[in-house]
């Protein structure tokens, strides 16, 4: 496989993102299953065709893909200005944080969860900006490849290994 090939494949997720804080880890847990109880898919850790990688990505039953973005604190907050890369890959945006970080330093105009690691809580709802089809569709397929390696890695840890995957 070609190097560019390597780079445009979504790569499986068996194991945590070892950068993440034990903070950041705990908010992305209670974020899942705020969306898991919604009714929608995420992906952790998910490359975007800009090389950009989202903390977590959701698609809903109507093909809804929200990106949610975690800050585990102030500092992370100031020193990550990455995150508007992302709202072109998405309909909706949040900020996924601790109930502890003081909202007033994130934007307002952007969707806020409050999480935890037993669960999370929207309290401002995202505002809503339609993707273009031919990119919804491109989005979609690289979630859809990006879950399926990584069942694919969980049937066959071995191919993951020998770089089959």
Not at 106 to 115: F, H, N, Q, W, Y
Not at 131 to 144: C, M, N, P, Y
Request: with cysteine; glycine share 6%; hydrophobic share 45%.
């Amino acid at each position: 496989m070609s190097d560019s090939s390597a780079i445009l494949r979504p790569q499986p997720i068996l194991v945590p993102d070892r950068r993440q804080s034990p903070v950041a880890a705990g908010i992305q847990r209670g974020v899942r299953r705020l969306f898991a109880q919604l009714g929608q898919a995420t992906i952790p850790e998910f490359t975007l065709a800009n090389g950009r990688r989202a903390d977590l990505i959701a698609l809903a039953p109507n093909g809804c893909l929200t990106i949610i973005e975690i800050k585990s604190s102030v500092a992370d907050f100031r020193a990550d200005r990455k995150w508007p890369d992302y709202e072109d890959f998405c309909d909706r945006f949040y900020f996924a944080v601790l109930e502890t970080l003081p909202f007033d330093i994130l934007p307002e105009d952007r969707g806020l969860i409050v999480a935890d690691s037993f669960g999370a809580a929207i309290m401002r709802e995202a505002l809503h900006h339609p993707l273009a089809g031919a990119r919804r569709k491109a989005v979609t397929l690289r979630f859809a490849q990006a879950a399926a390696f990584t069942l694919h890695a969980l049937a066959d840890p071995d191919a993951v290994a020998d770089g089959r995957l």
